[in-house]
């Protein structure tokens, strides 16, 4: 917008001439229209003031059908995708309102004066006893990893002890605890943002991305619970002999188009949220899906009650859980291939571009690719831990990560080498009742931690960590390396 003065300096320099004894015909008629003038230029003013305050006021009051739900309501509601073109929010607002939700929802349990420290402000460098950790029987009965939907005007107590870092402003503070091995989160940074613009949307641009043709790696469970194991191909009944009583998890691997896998994830959010509007996006997508599929059989088999010959119904697979794999590797990244299109949007988590990922690949000699991980609803991943440091980052919904340090290991109930699903706790979190079925599982110690779109969790090598996701969400981490700070715990532990 241009001021009076800017058009002053624009006209004509006969017309910009002080006026002297002689005024010319010209000046008369330019001093007989300066009421006209001083008038346009006021409305002008008007408009260009008062009109983005209307915007404004619009985007954060509501429309005439909203103008009575107070403003905390609506922000502050459950996450859950948003539809595509149902609203023109800028990138700032939604950030805006997305941690208007968050701090609102989930309450910090203790502050500066229990933990020593202040997680949005911490000290240059880490205190002895960081991060404070308390026992993971009053942090699982607090909140139950099975309960994912928070509604207001409920929150949740957090047992929260890691320190929040500002991208921006707290960058040499966060490469401190970083390079000491210490877990915390970093957010705002801008590379991190600007996909998170993009795949933030409730699914729709990954979707034009990966399409409705191609399969990909899913895992399926009947239920919410996802253990990790394998099995050693022909060895497998050899070492389901040596392992005795050995029941493999009701986890499995199957393909399945991410087109697919989204409506799953949609109708599993509308649903918990009894929301109309997600339940027949899931809906029309399936339809399209049977359509699809319907055209491409033979005649006599177009009664499609059953998954690409998976042996589901639909019916079934309603039932399930799903949880989306995407794995890329450096060196199968050729132009216009799904490795590429991970590496060109994730530049924080690609080793050949520094400027871009110095922070988070520590150590480019010894990367391990870039996983990614996109969950739905009510999806846990038991816990374990894995042998390299480790950037978790989180591009669209939201996660709940319990985490513990290694010196927690033989109070974590760990399934022991040579066992399918080594490194993973033999005790269902989520199920009081299993507590006590290893003595000193009641013992350990954890930290936990919401996360949402931006975030970027460091986790150093051997910490341990238990998922649960709250919604359809986006999650990709990268490995770099190995460190032993913490070695000698892990040998005791038998690792």
């Not at 707290?170 to 705002?188: G, S």
């Not at 993009?198 to 399969?215: A, M, N």
């Not at 253990?227 to 009701?250: A, C, F, I, T």
């Not at 988590?349 to 010894?366: G, H, N, Q, T």
Request: with cysteine.
């Amino acid at each position: 917008m241009r001021d009076s003065s800017d058009l002053q300096r624009r006209r004509p320099a006969s017309s910009r001439t002080k006026s002297s004894g002689g005024t010319t015909t010209i000046r008369r008629r330019k001093r007989k229209s300066d009421p006209n003038r001083t008038a346009c230029v006021a409305a002008l003013a008007f408009v260009a003031v008062f009109a983005p305050l209307g915007f404004i006021a619009n985007r954060f009051i509501g429309h005439a059908d909203t103008l009575d739900a107070p403003l905390d309501h609506r922000f502050l509601q459950e996450w859950k995708p948003k539809l595509k073109h149902t609203d023109t929010t800028t990138d700032d607002t939604k950030s805006a309102e997305r941690e208007t939700r968050y701090h609102s929802l989930y309450h910090k349990k203790f502050g500066t004066s229990e933990l020593g420290y202040d997680v949005y402000d911490c000290p240059p460098t880490p205190p002895p006893d960081y991060p404070k950790a308390w026992s993971v029987p009053d942090v699982l009965t607090n909140w139950n990893p099975k309960d994912v939907t928070t509604l207001p005007p409920n929150h949740r107590d957090v047992y929260h002890s890691l320190c929040i870092f500002d991208y921006v402003t707290q960058y040499d503070i966060a490469l401190t605890y970083r390079n000491a091995e210490k877990p915390f989160v970093i957010r705002n940074d801008p590379k991190v943002d600007k996909v998170v613009e993009k795949w933030d949307d409730g699914g729709d641009y990954l979707h034009s991305v990966l399409g409705d043709e191609e399969d990909h790696r899913v895992e399926r469970s009947p239920v919410n619970n996802f253990m990790w194991y394998r099995l050693r191909g022909n060895k497998h009944h050899q070492e389901k002999d040596s392992l005795g009583d050995y029941v493999k998890p009701l986890n499995d691997e199957t393909t399945m188009t991410y087109g697919e896998w989204l409506e799953h994830a949609l109708e599993k959010d509308g649903v918990a949220l009894g929301d109309e509007l997600l339940i027949a996006k899931s809906k029309e997508m399936k339809d399209r899906r049977l359509n699809s599929e319907n055209r491409s059989l033979p005649k006599e088999e177009e009664d499609h009650s059953t998954a690409n010959g998976q042996g589901e119904t639909e019916e079934e697979k309603d039932e399930k859980w799903y949880y989306f794999r995407l794995n890329a590797n450096i060196q199968n990244g050729k132009e216009g291939g799904l490795d590429a299109f991970v590496y060109d949007e994730l530049s924080f988590f690609d080793p050949r571009k520094r400027m871009d990922s110095e922070f988070y690949i520590v150590d480019p000699k010894e990367v391990r690719g870039i996983n990614c991980r996109f969950g739905m609803r009510g999806v846990i991943a038991a816990n374990h831990f894995d042998m390299s440091r480790n950037m978790i980052a989180i591009l669209g919904g939201e996660r709940r990560y319990i985490i513990a340090h290694p010196s927690q290991c033989k109070n974590m109930a760990l399934y022991p080498r040579g066992h399918p699903s080594l490194r993973h706790s033999s005790i269902d979190w989520s199920n009081p009742s299993e507590w006590d079925n290893d003595p000193n599982f009641r013992q350990a110690q954890v930290t936990e931690v919401i996360m949402h779109a931006g975030d970027v969790l460091y986790l150093p090598t051997s910490w341990f960590h238990y998922i649960i996701n709250f919604s359809l969400n986006f999650q990709c981490n990268a490995r770099s390396g190995t460190t032993y700070e913490n070695e000698q715990a892990m040998n005791e532990c038998g690792f």
